[in-house]
C-alpha cells in the first residue's frame, strides 16, 4: 500500500494553550519518528495544525495540507504538499482520501464537524480505518458522556462507540495505530 497516511483533525487557534502545543508538536514527532505521513487541514503557527505540523517536520516526516481557499492567509508554507479546494466538503474529501488512519486532537466546531461525519461514514460502511479519539486533558468527556446520555434514552445506538478508540496519551494514540 506504501507509506502510512494519518489524519488529523485539531484546531486551528492561534491561542492554544502550552499544553496542548506541547503536545501537538511531540504527537506529529511520533507520527514522523513511525514513518508515516502526517494530513492536516494545512493551518500554521500556534494552531494544533501547525504545531503538530511543525513537529512531523522536526522529526523527519512527510506533511501534507488540505486547505480551504478563503484561508490561505493562514497555510503552513512549510509543508511537503498543499492542496487548494474551494469548498468544506471537497476539504474533507481530501482529507479522508487514501487515509490509514485518523487522529481527532481537540478542536472546536469544525473538529467536531470532522469527527462526526467520519463517524457516520464508518457506520454506513464508506469508510473502514481506524479512528482516535485523542482524549487529552479529560477534553472529551463531556462529549463521550452525552454519547452515554444517548444511548441511555435510546437515541443512539452503543455501537457508535465502537467506531472510536480513546486514547489520552501521545503515547498510548501511537501505539494504537502501529
Known amino acids: 500500500m506504501g507509506r502510512k497516511i ?32 502526517l494530513r492536516t487541514g494545512g493551518g500554521k503557527g500556534k494552531s494544533v495544525m501547525g504545531r503538530v505540523s511543525d513537529g512531523a517536520r522536526e522529526g523527519g516526516g512527510r506533511t501534507e495540507g488540505v486547505i480551504l481557499e478563503r484561508f490561505t492567509r493562514v497555510r503552513h508554507d512549510g509543508l511537503d504538499s498543499m492542496k487548494t479546494v ?7 474529501a481530501g482529507l479522508l482520501k487514501n487515509v490509514s488512519a485518523i487522529i481527532v486532537f481537540p478542536g472546536g466546531i469544525g473538529t467536531m464537524d470532522e469527527w462526526f461525519e467520519t463517524l457516520a461514514l464508518k457506520q454506513a460502511g464508506f469508510l473502514s480505518v481506524p479512528i482516535v479519539l ?45
Open 134 to 178: 485523542f482524549n487529552l486533558e479529560k477534553f472529551y468527556d463531556p462529549i463521550l458522556a452525552w454519547l452515554r446520555e444517548a444511548e441511555k434514552k435510546k437515541i443512539s445506538s452503543p455501537e457508535i462507540r465502537k467506531l472510536f478508540h480513546t486514547t489520552r496519551t501521545v503515547r498510548s494514540t501511537v501505539s494504537y495505530l502501529k
Open 86 to 92: 474551494p469548498t468544506y466538503p471537497k476539504r474533507k
Open 6 to 37: 494519518v489524519t488529523l483533525f485539531g484546531g486551528s487557534s492561534q491561542k492554544l494553550s502550552p499544553s496542548f502545543g506541547n503536545a501537538a508538536e511531540k504527537l506529529g514527532q511520533e507520527i514522523a519518528r513511525q514513518g508515516w505521513t
